[in-house]
Structures are given as structure tokens and as C-alpha cells.
């Protein structure tokens, strides 16, 4: 029986990405996405709830899926407060959880970040571990977590720092190997597509998916 898919991030790197995967794939007769803005697509397995994100418990209904792609995040720079970014990369991820959760969903995908860590001293850092230890608590059979590095690909809005990073990275690319693999940068496809695999083995359990893994994943 084919299931439904939930996806939450639609318009960033690998929501973008994504979407279109969910889309094209058998495994899905519809694909909601929920979010403050409705994308640009039009398709027939395509259903869009359009809320603010902390509203999400007054559309609970319309979020009923059986698979949940968790794609949101921001930056400090972008969200402009530390207030800002906990709400986004924090408080919206847990809500999302926790609604789908009350909807009997069965697996739960979520990007977060390498290096994150509750205890971490950089703050990006410490929310992203703080998400994950909170998501780990909600009941689905199946837990995903991406941990991408740097991330590569067309955004709708170009984040400075990624661009230098992401060129930095490309001239170290030959020197990291071994252990330093994580630390090459990975496209928002890549992540995308891990995630969709991921989904799709039908597991069980929490699986911690480290940025080295992701493209070996998809191979």
C-alpha cells in the first residue's frame, strides 16, 4: 500500500531537492507540505497546508503521514537573534515531531548538523544537539538524523559564509581522507536523497547518519 509523506522545509537547500524526489517516487500516493509559503509546484500527489509553523497543532489534521521529512533551519546571521534561530531550528523541529507523533507517524527524518552536541560550548552547535536528544524521546519506530557538513548547492538566499567555506573546502578536497572525510562538503541532493533511502529500508530504531555516510549512501 502506498504511504504518505510529510515534508516540512520545502523551499531551503534540500527540501528543494527533496520535493521532487518524494514526488517521482513510488512509494508515495501523496505529499504534503506544510509551511509559511506554498511552493511553486503543482502535481497531483501534491497537497500544500500553508501556516506559521508555531500554529502546527491547529492543522494537525491536514499533517497526517506516515513518513515526516524534517528539512527546516536557519542561521544566526539570517535569523538575526539567538531567539530566532532556537525558534526555527529547535522549536519548530520538536513541534513537528511532536505533531506527528500524535498522528501515529512511523518515521521521522531530520536534518541537524555536524558536530552537534547538547553540551557543545557554540551555541549552533548545542540547539542542533538539543533537538536531536528531544526528538530521540518521541515514539516513531524510526528515527533518522542527518548530519551533513558543509552544504553545497543554490539557495534562494546565498549564505556568505558557506560560499567562502565551500571554497576553501574544495582546495583542501585531496587532503581530506580517513578520519577527515566528514568534513568534505556535500550537496543538498545528496542529503536529499539519503533521506528518501533512509525512509525507504523501513528500519527501526534511532540511526545517527554522519556526513561522510550520506553520499557513500546513495551510491
Same mark, same amino acid.
Given at each position: 500500500m502506498q504511504k504518505t509523506a510529510l515534508l516540512a522545509g520545502a523551499t531551503g537547500l534540500i527540501g528543494s531537492q527533496l520535493l521532487p524526489l518524494l514526488l517521482a517516487s513510488g512509494r508515495y500516493a501523496k505529499v504534503i507540505v506544510v509551511g509559511r509559503k506554498a511552493v511553486p509546484t503543482i502535481h497531483p500527489k501534491l497537497v500544500q497546508v500553508t501556516t506559521e509553523l508555531d500554529q502546527l497543532?491547529? #492543522? /494537525?489534521? *491536514?499533517?497526517?503521514?506516515?513518513?515526516?521529512?524534517?528539512?527546516l533551519g536557519t542561521t544566526m546571521a539570517q535569523a538575526g537573534s539567538k531567539e530566532a534561530f532556537y525558534k526555527v531550528d529547535y522549536l519548530y523541529v520538536v513541534r513537528l515531531a511532536a505533531v506527528a507523533a500524535a498522528n501515529f507517524a512511523s518515521q521521522f527524518m531530520v $536534518?541537524?548538523?555536524?558536530? +552537534?552536541? %547538547?553540551?557543545?560550548?557554540?551555541?549552533?552547535?548545542?540547539? *542542533?544537539?538539543?533537538?536531536?536528544? +528531544?526528538?530521540?524521546?518521541?515514539?516513531?519506530r524510526a528515527i533518522h538524523i542527518f548530519r551533513p557538513s558543509? @552544504?553545497?548547492?543554490?539557495? +534562494? /538566499?546565498?549564505?556568505?559564509?558557506? /560560499?567562502?567555506?565551500? #571554497? #576553501?573546502?574544495?582546495?583542501?578536497?585531496? @587532503?581530506l581522507r580517513g578520519p577527515l572525510l566528514k568534513y568534505r562538503p556535500?550537496?543538498?541532493?545528496? $542529503? %536529499?536523497? +539519503?533521506? @528518501?533511502?533512509?525512509?525507504?529500508?523501513?528500519?527501526?530504531? #534511532?540511526? $545517527?547518519?554522519?556526513?561522510?555516510?550520506?553520499?557513500?549512501?546513495?551510491?
Open positions: 497543532e491547529e #492543522v /494537525r489534521l *491536514k499533517l497526517i503521514a506516515d513518513d515526516v521529512y524534517c528539512c $536534518v541537524s548538523s555536524m558536530g +552537534a552536541d %547538547a553540551e557543545s560550548r557554540i551555541y549552533y552547535s548545542r540547539v *542542533k544537539g538539543e533537538m536531536e536528544a +528531544a526528538v530521540r524521546q518521541t515514539p516513531f558543509l @552544504l553545497l548547492g543554490e539557495r +534562494a /538566499r546565498p549564505r556568505l559564509g558557506e /560560499r567562502i567555506g565551500a #571554497v #576553501v573546502l574544495r582546495l583542501l578536497r585531496p @587532503l556535500v550537496t543538498g541532493a545528496t $542529503v %536529499a536523497a +539519503a533521506m @528518501l533511502r533512509a525512509a525507504e529500508e523501513d528500519g527501526g530504531g #534511532v540511526r $545517527v547518519h554522519e556526513s561522510d555516510e550520506l553520499a557513500a549512501s546513495t551510491k
